[in-house]
């Protein structure tokens, strides 16, 4: 039997599983936690790794990352670091997106630069913020990688040149899905200088050995390394809820909304990525379930005893801020209170709905830029609750499956690992069971939630009003 392995980066957590290279069954599996945060000395990723991968990679052939995306980790001439790495969900670089944008000629001209219209999350828009804001660090600066760059150049023995994905680069905001070529203009625009960057690897292309003699893949960004996990495939969409709630599918061609609503990323097989990606998900189930001093099993019970529409109560849960819409410095907000609705049962329904509403957004927004939703597969922390569940066949207004718990990006480093190894024009088939959620779509149900999602538009379009 042939071992590979997959790492997951991701911003809480290191997850490694070691797998059987012709089926995909995971035979070991190890997990280390990440400090809470928008900042993170990239060390403690390596410490992370070690601890999860320790005992478990003894005859792994081929070795590959997913990453969580669009960190700025920036090094000097030495090649260490210069600071501590800034995270995708750090938001202090929000005016300097809407600077860029105005800069370089407004959203359409970066849809069609890079296939995405510059917010906070994006690594552009953090190189913009730290030229300006520490000119002292940003002066020693010579590179910038992201978080799963620099896990998959550390793995390296040799050291060598680092390298990055499609995948992956597609999420800076200075890398072109369409043309497959850096935009050195928009890291000058930035940065006021230029900065080196990675090779961008091909999808299959092995990058390295590690120091026992594994293959090194290219590894990927952790949306991409779950496209690879899931297997997805055109007419699908993936609504992963995690940390972050996103929602993707597979392309053929590059998206260039000028919306700003869906970033037209590249994904690890040599196709495209349309994603939708808010900052808000499973978090929000979880501070709900603390306010209301329950558990998150007690939140689901109380969710599923309210009715559909929690009785005219509303949730924007913009607890974080919020990237779709773009609304970096959101607060949450409940609306609709009432003595008659004023329950515990109503508030958890109200986040499950809030939450999901959001998602329901995001698939339209794909519909929009021509992906079809012929299926959601829904992935992540959020995914097994059971409220969660019920509410999104009917909200979404598609089927929805829930693939078999699992460390999908994890998976997908992993697949993509055996496909390195193997050489082949595919990644290799790995089988994933899922389970279809039954759904209550009567028309009164539908109803119910057209009316919470108009609800929710309106309390959008008073907040800009107020703005």
């Excluded at 990679?57 to 790495?85: F, H, K, S, T």
Aim: charged letters at 20%; proline letters at 6%; glycine letters at 12%.
């Amino acid at each position: 039997m042939t071992l590979v392995a997959g790492v997951d980066t991701s911003t809480q957590s290191t997850k490694v599983v070691v797998c059987d290279a012709d089926t995909g069954e995971v035979l070991r599996e190890g997990r280390a936690p990440h400090p809470d945060g928008t900042e993170a000395d990239p060390r403690l990723w390596w410490a992370a790794y070690e601890q999860a991968s320790a005992g478990l990679l003894d005859g792994v052939a081929a070795i590959g990352v997913g990453g969580q995306q669009q960190g700025m980790i920036c090094l000097d001439e030495a090649g260490e670091v210069v600071r501590p790495a800034v995270l995708w969900n750090d938001t202090r670089s929000a005016r300097a997106a809407v600077d860029l944008t105005d800069e370089f000629g407004g959203p359409q001209a970066w849809a069609d630069a890079v296939g995405l219209v510059p917010v906070a999350s994006f690594t552009v828009t953090k190189l913009r913020w730290f030229a300006r804001a520490e000119p002292e660090l940003a002066a020693r600066t010579t590179t910038v990688l992201l978080p799963h760059d620099w896990l998959t150049h550390r793995l390296r023995a040799d050291g060598g040149e680092p390298t990055t994905d499609r995948g992956e680069a597609s999420g800076t905001g200075y890398w072109s899905p369409a043309t497959g070529e850096y935009r050195r203009d928009l890291v000058r625009l930035a940065f006021g200088r230029d900065l080196a960057v990675p090779r961008v690897a091909g999808p299959a292309e092995t990058v390295g050995e590690t120091a026992s003699g594994a293959v090194l893949a290219a590894g990927t960004g952790d949306t991409m390394g779950a496209a690879l996990g899931v297997g997805l495939r055109p007419g699908d969409v993936v609504v992963s809820l995690g940390t972050s709630g996103c929602a993707f599918g597979v392309s053929e061609v590059a998206t260039a909304d000028a919306s700003g609503l869906v970033a037209g990323y590249a994904d690890a097989t040599g196709r495209f990525l349309p994603l939708v990606c808010t900052l808000n998900a499973a978090r929000v189930l979880s501070t709900v379930a603390d306010l209301l001093g329950r558990s998150l099993a007690g939140l689901d019970e109380l969710a599923l005893s309210a009715p559909p529409g929690a009785g005219g109560l509303t949730l924007l849960p913009y607890l974080d801020g919020e990237r779709t819409p773009n609304l970096p410095d959101a607060r949450g907000l409940l609306a609709g209170l009432t003595r008659a609705n004023a329950s515990p049962a109503n508030l958890a329904r109200a986040a499950v709905e809030g939450m999901l509403g959001g998602l329901a957004d995001a698939l339209d927004a794909l519909r929009a830029q021509g992906t079809p939703v012929n299926r959601v597969l829904l992935i992540g922390g959020a995914a097994k609750s059971r409220a969660v569940r019920a509410v999104a066949p009917a909200l979404f207004n598609a089927p929805v499956s829930v693939p078999i718990p699992g460390e999908y990006v994890a998976l997908g480093a992993a697949r993509q690992a055996a496909w390195a190894l193997s050489g082949g024009a595919e990644p290799p088939h790995w089988p994933v069971e899922a389970e279809e959620v039954a759904t209550a779509g009567t028309p009164e149900v539908h109803e119910r939630y057209v009316d919470v999602r108009q609800r929710s538009l309106r309390l959008l379009t008073q907040r800009d009003r107020a703005r």
